[in-house]
């Protein structure tokens, strides 16, 4: 790190990025569904597709835009520092506002797939570059989930997301009233292309000012960014006591960012994503544990306490400390790890086994009662 001050023009263009991005999502979202439900859409076929994808519009654009101009960095950061804001920060704050009530299902099937994808992510970046090819694989993956959702979540109202939930039935034979919702699309594609070329630009001259490097702001700066419409809406659900919600939307984003737009941004790269082995080493380790440590907080008593979530939090600000730490070769570094190392990390890891154990018990206890129940119907 040099000391050069950062240009105030560069730090301009991230909130104008930010400030862009979110009303942008937004448009993008009521205006798309609208527009599907007047022409004869189901909401739950408009929740799965148009509005799962038009609330990691950002994440999306930010990533293709960054892929387009070679900042690989970038777009992998935004990628997993995304995913990682959504389990520990937005999950955290969403269960501190209100405890969280977690659906079965959630806990036997996304859960779990989540995991699984994000480990799947993390073989592919294990080489240092995600190819085109892999980046179509992952693309392919996720027309497969939205097709198996679409199977399997006909008769699962909670699966209908917030913003469909409140949104007016609009009728084909209502004539020009799609019109609106028309506008509100181009004007939220608008918003969003102009944000993220507007972010990008800005964070990369922010990150070479100050020496840290693409990935160190996408993990950050732009994560956070580009998260704020799933923070504003989890935290909506969790005041209206709609927690599934909240959950579903922390997951349906997690699998949407490591299969859409991690396979979009490896497709549009001119020679695919690079993965710095810093990524490899830390970051996406975080991000699979992050998503493994989902479950065994949703399976202990089906929900996501005040105290869970809060311990979420605190895993979130531990790793943002590290992060800058880190980068800034802090001379403090050395004793966060310790800490980290020796305290907090074992005490965390302690935790999470007890509650994947209760968890456990809880879920056979439930198993037996229903069997029971079932016998006891039959005759």
Known sequence: MDGAAVNPASLGLVAIGIACLVPGASLLVSGASGLALAFGLSPLVVGLTVVAIGTSAPELAVTARSAFAGEGGLAVGNV????????????GLSALVSPIAVARRVTRQEIPLMIAVSFAAAMLCRDGLVDRGEGMLLLAGYAAFTW????????DATSVPLDVKRLPEVRPETG???????LRVVAGLAL???GARSMVEGASDVARTLGL?????????IAIGTSLPEIAASLAAARRGEGDIAVGNVVGSNIANLLLILGVGAVLAPSGLPVAPEARQLDLPVMLVTAMACLPVALDGQSISRWEGGLFVAWYVAYLVYLVLSALAHPLFGRFVDAMVFFALPLSAVTLAVLLARGLRQEKDRAEADAKAKRLARR
């Open 80 to 91: 997993v520092g995304s995913n990682i804001c959504n389990v520990l920060l937005i999950l």
């Open 148 to 155: 198996y959702q679409l199977r399997q979540g006909g008769n």
């Open 176 to 182: 020009a009233a799609w019109v609106p919702d028309l």
């Open 192 to 194: 969003l292309g102009f």
């Open 213 to 221: 490097s693409d990935l160190v702001i996408g993990l950050t700066v």
